[in-house]
Nanobody, 127 residues
Framework: QLQLVESGGGSVQAGGSLRLSCVVS????????MAWFRQASGKEREGVAC????????DLADSVKGRFTISRDRGKSTLYLQMNSLKPEDTGMYHC????????????????????WGQGTQVTVSS
C-alpha cells in the first residue's frame, strides 16, 4: 500500500530556508508522478510544484519560481521541496501527493490528478 509521510516543516523568519521531505513506502518514488500542495488557514489548497514519473519534467507555481525546487532521491524513495527566501505568504500546511503508480504527468494545478496524499507538515514564516 502506498504511503506518504512528510517532515521538515517548522517556524522560520522571512528570508529563511526549509527543506521538506516526503518518504514514500509501498512503491519507490521513481515509479510516481508527484507534487507538493499547500493550504493556508482559511484559504483554498494550492499546488506548488510537481515532478513527472520520469523526473524529466518539473514545474513550479509562479509564486515560488526562483525560490523553491522540487527533486527526488530514488535510493531513499524520498521527494523533496527545497524552499529558500521564504515569505510570510508561504505559511501553510504542506502536503505531498502522488498519482496512480506509473502514470505520467506534472499538473500541480489539478489536485484531482493526485490520488494518494500525506498528512502534511506545517510551515510558518514570520515577518
Amino acid at each position: 500500500q502506498l504511503q506518504l509521510v512528510e517532515s521538515g516543516g517548522g517556524s522560520v523568519q522571512a528570508g529563511g530556508s526549509l527543506r521538506l521531505s516526503c518518504v514514500v513506502s509501498g512503491y519507490n518514488v521513481g515509479t510516481l508522478s508527484m507534487a507538493w500542495f499547500r493550504q493556508a488557514s482559511g484559504k483554498e489548497r494550492e499546488g506548488v510544484a510537481c515532478i513527472d514519473v520520469s523526473a524529466t519534467q518539473t514545474d513550479l507555481a509562479d509564486s515560488v519560481k526562483g525560490r523553491f525546487t522540487i527533486s527526488r532521491d530514488r535510493g531513499k524513495s524520498t521527494l523533496y521541496l527545497q524552499m529558500n527566501s521564504l515569505k510570510p505568504e508561504d505559511t501553510g500546511m504542506y502536503h505531498c501527493a502522488a498519482m496512480t503508480p506509473w502514470r505520467s504527468g506534472c499538473n500541480y494545478r489539478n489536485s484531482a490528478d493526485y490520488v494518494n496524499w500525506g498528512q502534511g507538515t506545517q510551515v510558518t514564516v514570520s515577518s
